[in-house]
């Protein structure tokens, strides 16, 4: 079984933040305020498992993934934003193991982005458009 290595609802040794660890920050077009405040006027609460992406192996989304996106702007933007960047799957003991291990700071630079339909538990399921590589 393979999992995002963003781990539903948190972070991993690779996105570092947990652990206090500097971030990496895209550069991106100047909005008029924060982002949550920029998008606000396009959202809305209540969705339901119609917007997720799923799959024969996965056909229902799972309570959990409907709470916490329901709930992801005011938890996890403004002062409780934690970037991240999600660099692949690994099954969950290779996971382990990663976390475990020491982390060496790193240049680099990404080749290309992609915006994402999400599936359970947060995880970037159906690439809706990319953008580089």
């Known amino acids: ?5 963003r781990r539903a609802h948190g972070g991993t040794a690779l996105d570092g933040a947990r652990r206090g660890r500097r971030q990496a920050r895209a550069r991106g077009p100047r909005l008029p305020g924060p982002p949550h405040r920029s998008l606000r006027p396009y959202t809305e609460s ?3 498992a119609d917007a997720y992406f799923r ?3 996965e056909p229902d989304i799972n309570a959990p993934t409907l709470t916490y996106i329901e709930n992801y702007v005011p938890q996890h933007s403004g002062d409780h934003y934690l970037p ?4 692949g799957l690994a099954t969950l003991a ?3 193991t990663i976390e475990a291990e020491p982390v060496t700071p790193l240049t680099f630079s990404a080749s290309g982005i992609s915006t994402d339909q999400l599936g359970n538990n947060g995880t970037a399921a159906k690439e809706l458009k990319s953008w580089g590589a």
């Open 46 to 48: 209540g969705g339901t």
């Open 1 to 5: 079984m393979r999992h995002d290595l």
């Open 84 to 87: 991240h960047i999600t660099v």
């Open 94 to 96: 290779d996971l382990e």
């Open 55 to 57: 799959t024969d192996a």
